[in-house]
């Protein structure tokens, strides 16, 4: 059987609580840098949503799920290579029982920045929102041949 270790008295007078708690919190935001999508989703204003981005040989596809959202509410816009995706959703509610009045309104605001590879292009892109899925195509330039230059 083996008895616990006994600790000094130096010991005892040289633990800090406080070290403790400051090692959680280092814990807790190294957790939440590893894990961006849990910070984003839940610590903000705005939802980001899942997203699935396919590159195939002359487009790129982005497939993000938007439920409950109208086309006219989502924005696209396409900045050096990233791709911003926003969008917003309001609902009012408003019940009468026996003199009652009760009215509820809420808003839900989507908002995600997507890296995209080089040579994706605006011209020719397309997208679609069906079924609360927001898919967008994104045509890719052909890579530019150098030029030779000769020297004199």
Request: glycine share 10%.
């Given at each position: 059987m083996k008895f616990p270790i006994k600790r000094t008295d130096r010991d005892m007078y040289s633990w800090d609580p406080f070290d403790e708690i400051r090692r959680m919190q280092n814990y807790m935001e190294h957790m939440f840098r590893a894990f961006p999508a849990t910070e984003g989703r839940f610590g903000s204003e705005a939802f980001s949503p899942l997203t699935d981005v396919i590159e195939e040989d002359e487009k790129v596809v982005v497939t993000t799920d938007l439920p409950g959202v109208d086309k006219e509410d989502v924005e696209l816009d396409l900045r050096d290579n990233v791709l911003v995706i926003s969008?917003?959703?309001?609902?009012?509610?408003?019940?009468?029982?026996?003199?009652?009045?009760?009215?509820?309104?809420?808003?839900?605001?989507?908002?995600?920045?997507?890296?995209?590879?080089?040579?994706?292009?605006e011209e020719g892109s397309s997208?679609?929102?069906?079924?609360?899925?927001?898919?967008?195509?994104?045509?890719?330039?052909?890579?530019?041949?150098?030029?030779r230059i000769e020297i004199e």
């Open positions: 969008a917003g959703k309001g609902k009012e509610q408003e019940a009468e029982k026996e003199g009652y009045l009760r009215k509820e309104r809420s808003f839900m605001r989507y908002y995600r920045e997507i890296s995209l590879p080089d040579g994706v292009t997208a679609q929102l069906k079924n609360g899925v927001l898919t967008v195509t994104l045509p890719k330039t052909k890579p530019v041949a150098g030029k």
